[in-house]
C-alpha cells in the first residue's frame, strides 16, 4: 500500500524536528514490507513569506488536497507577526480541510516522572477533543477609533450548532469507545453568557443519546486546576478551540513539556487529508541548536499511523519511544539529558528496528 | 477610624466562610483598639432571586455606593442558572464600581506543600493582575436562527484602550514597585487577531514609559504551561478577564488550592467601594456539610487590610493563617485534615490574639 504525506517542515525547530519524523518513516517502511510513504516537501514559512509576500501560493490549498495526510513541523518566526503567520498556514489548512478534531492524548510515558508530586502513570491518561475550526478563532472582528483614547477593538466567538455539535458527537462517541465511559467538558457559561450557554445546552442534548456516558460540564478556570488536583478523574476531555488549546498545553505540562505532545488535526469523514503536527511552536529561542525533542512530532507519526488504519505501526512507533525513554540514556535537553535531536531520533529508530 | 463594610454572604458555603470572616473582623478590633468596623448585611442571593426574581433590588448598587468596602462570599446555586446569578451580582458590582483591577496573590504559604513536585516556597510567590470589567466577559452577543440547524450564537470580545491601558498601567506600576521588575503578560494574538494584537500593542506602548521593566509576553497555552514548569520565573503576571480567571484557578491549585485563594476587586482611584472575595465559587457540593476551608475568605480581609491602608492588620491576618498552617494541628479536609470551617477560623482567630 501507498501513502502519499505533504510534509510542512515550517519554521524555527520545525524542519530539524520533522528530519527525525523522516527517518521514523523510513524504518517504518523497512518493518513493513507492505506499507510505502511517497511524500513531497512544502516550504511554505516565514522565509517563503518575506520572499513571496504570502505563507504558501495561492493554489496551496487545493495542492495539498490530494494528499492521504499532511505531515506539519511548527510555524512562526520572530520576523513575520505570529498572526500572520498563523492565519495564512495552519489555520486555513485546518478549516479548509474541515478537520474539526484535535486530538491530543495527555498520557505520561513510562520512564518519565510527571511534575505533580502525586501523579502516576495511572493518574495520568486521557485524550483531550479539541474543536478546531471555529469558536474563539474566528477572524471575525476589527477595529474603531483607531490611534484615539476611544479605539476599541472587537473580535467575535462564533459557535454554530453545526461546528459544536459534530465536536461533540466525536467526543461522546471517543467516551463511548472506552471503558471508562466518561466525558469532561469544559465550559464558561457563567461569565461567558451568550456563546457558552449554548455549547452546554449543545453538550447536554448530544448526551441524551447517550445515556451510559457520564457527562461533567465544568468551568474552564476549575477544569485547569482540576489537571493538577485531580487529572486521575479524566477519560476524555473536549473543549472549545481556545479552551482545547489551553487545556492541552497544560496536559502536556503535567506529563513532561511541550517537547513531547503530538496532535492530529483529523477530518473523521476523510472527505479531505487530516494533519499531524506537534503541540509546540516554531521554539526561536533554541531553533539552529539541535537540541529540540523530536519525540512530539514522532507520536505524531504514531497517531497519523493510526488515521491511516495502521495501528500496528501506531502501536510500534509509541512503543519504541517509551522504551528509549525508559532506558533513560539518550534525552535531550529539555528531559534533563544531554543528547541532540538527531540522537534522539536515532534512539527511536534503532529500538523499531530492534522490536 | 470606623470603616463601613458591606457583607454579602450569597450561595453556599459563601455565608459559611463569611461567618468565619467576621469574626477576624471582631478581633482586629480588640488588637487595634483605634479601628472600628461597622457593617450591613445584604441577603442578596439565589433564594432572593427566587422569591424576587432579580438578585438583588433595582437600587442594589445605589445602597452599596457609600460603604467604605464590601465583603463578599460566593454567589450560585443548582436553582438560578449560573450566567443569571453571576450577571446580575458579582459582575455588575464589579464594573459598576470600576473595580476593573483584580488583585490575586499566588503564594505557597509556610506549612503548605505546592502539588508540584520541585518547587518550593521561593518559587511560588507572585501576583497576578487581572483585567475585571471587560473583555471576553462583555455581555454583547446573541443567536441566530435558533431551533434550526443553521443556528448561531455570537459573543463579543471587547477590548477597550481605556480598559487596557488603565489595567496594564496597574500592573506596570506594581511590577515597578517590587524589587523583580518583571511583568509577564498573557497573550493569545497569534490566533486572536483583532483584539490581542491590540492588547499586545498597549503592553509594549506602556512599557516605553517603563524601561526598567522586564516584560514578556507570553501566548496564554504556553503560560498555562510555565505555571506548571517555571513558576519561579513569575514576578507579576497581568491577563484579561478571561485568561487572568483561568490563570488565577491554576495559580490557587499549584499553592495547595482553591480552599485558599483570595481576591481584591480594586477600584484604585478609591472613588468607589473595592470587594474582596475568595477566588472560589458556593459549592453547592460540600455547602450545609461545615466543612469548607475559610481560609481564602480570611485572606481576602487581609487584602482588604492592606486597601483601607491599615497594612499591619493585613500583615496581622496573613502571619496567623501561616502560623496556623505550619503548627499543622488545626487543617480543613481540602488540606489533609479534619477540622470543620469553625474550627480553622477559630484557630486562626485565637492566633491573632496571641501576636
Ligand atoms: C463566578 C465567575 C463569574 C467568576 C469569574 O469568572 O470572574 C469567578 O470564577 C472568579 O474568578 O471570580
Ligand atoms: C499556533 C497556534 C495558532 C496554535 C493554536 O492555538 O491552535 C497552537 O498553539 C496549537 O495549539 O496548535
Not at 9 to 34: A, Q
Request: charged fraction near 25%; glycine fraction near 8%; include cysteine.
Amino acid at each position: 500500500k501507498h501513502f502519499s504525506i505533504a510534509i510542512i517542515p515550517g519554521d524555527g525547530i520545525g524542519p530539524e524536528v520533522v528530519n527525525e519524523g523522516l527517518k521514523v518513516l523510513k524504518v517504518l517502511e523497512e518493518v513493513h514490507s507492505d506499507v510505502r510513504f511517497v511524500y513531497d516537501f512544502y516550504d511554505w514559512n516565514c522565509e517563503y513569506y518575506l520572499k513571496h509576500g504570502r505563507m504558501m501560493p495561492t493554489n496551496g490549498l487545493n495542492l495539498l488536497e490530494d494528499y492521504d495526510t499532511i505531515l506539519f513541523g511548527a510555524v512562526g518566526a520572530p520576523t513575520v507577526p505570529d498572526h500572520v503567520s498563523v492565519w495564512e498556514l495552519i489555520l486555513p489548512i485546518r478549516r479548509h480541510f474541515q478537520q474539526y478534531v484535535n486530538l491530543r492524548p495527555v498520557k505520561l510515558l513510562k520512564g518519565l516522572e510527571s511534575p505533580l508530586r502525586y501523579k502516576s502513570h495511572d493518574d495520568l491518561d486521557f485524550v483531550v477533543i479539541r474543536e478546531n475550526t471555529e469558536g474563539e478563532y474566528s477572524n471575525i472582528g476589527g477595529r474603531l477609533h483607531e490611534g484615539t483614547p476611544y479605539e476599541t477593538a472587537i473580535q467575535n466567538n462564533v459557535f454554530t450548532r453545526y461546528g459544536s455539535e459534530r465536536i461533540l458527537k466525536y467526543a461522546y462517541s471517543v467516551a463511548e469507545s472506552r471503558p471508562k465511559k466518561r466525558l469532561t467538558v469544559a465550559t464558561k457559561s457563567n461569565a461567558i453568557n451568550h456563546t457558552m450557554p449554548f455549547w452546554d445546552e449543545i453538550v447536554k442534548e448530544i448526551g441524551n443519546e447517550h445515556p451510559q456516558i457520564d457527562v461533567q460540564l465544568y468551568h474552564i478556570d476549575a477544569l485547569a486546576a482540576y489537571f493538577i488536583s485531580k487529572p486521575e478523574s479524566f477519560d476524555v476531555v473536549a473543549g472549545s478551540n481556545l479552551f482545547g488549546d489551553i487545556l492541552t498545553d497544560l496536559g502536556a505540562a503535567i506529563v513532561g513539556g511541550l517537547g513531547l505532545a503530538p496532535s492530529g488535526n483529523i477530518n473523521p469523514e476523510r472527505k479531505y487529508p487530516s494533519m499531524f503536527e506537534p503541540i509546540h511552536g516554531s521554539a526561536p529561542d533554541i531553533a539552529g541548536k539541535g537540541i529540540a525533542n523530536p519525540i512530539a512530532q514522532i507520536w505524531s507519526i504514531s497517531l497519523m499511523m493510526d488515521h491511516l488504519r495502521l495501528p500496528e505501526l501506531g502501536k510500534l512507533v509509541l512503543s519504541a519511544i517509551e522504551e528509549v525513554l525508559f532506558d533513560g540514556t539518550v534525552r535531550t535537553p529539555d528531559l534533563g539529558g544531554t543528547a541532540n535531536t538527531m540522537e534522539m531520533g536515532d534512539a527511536i529508530v534503532s529500538k523499531i528496528r530492534e522490536m
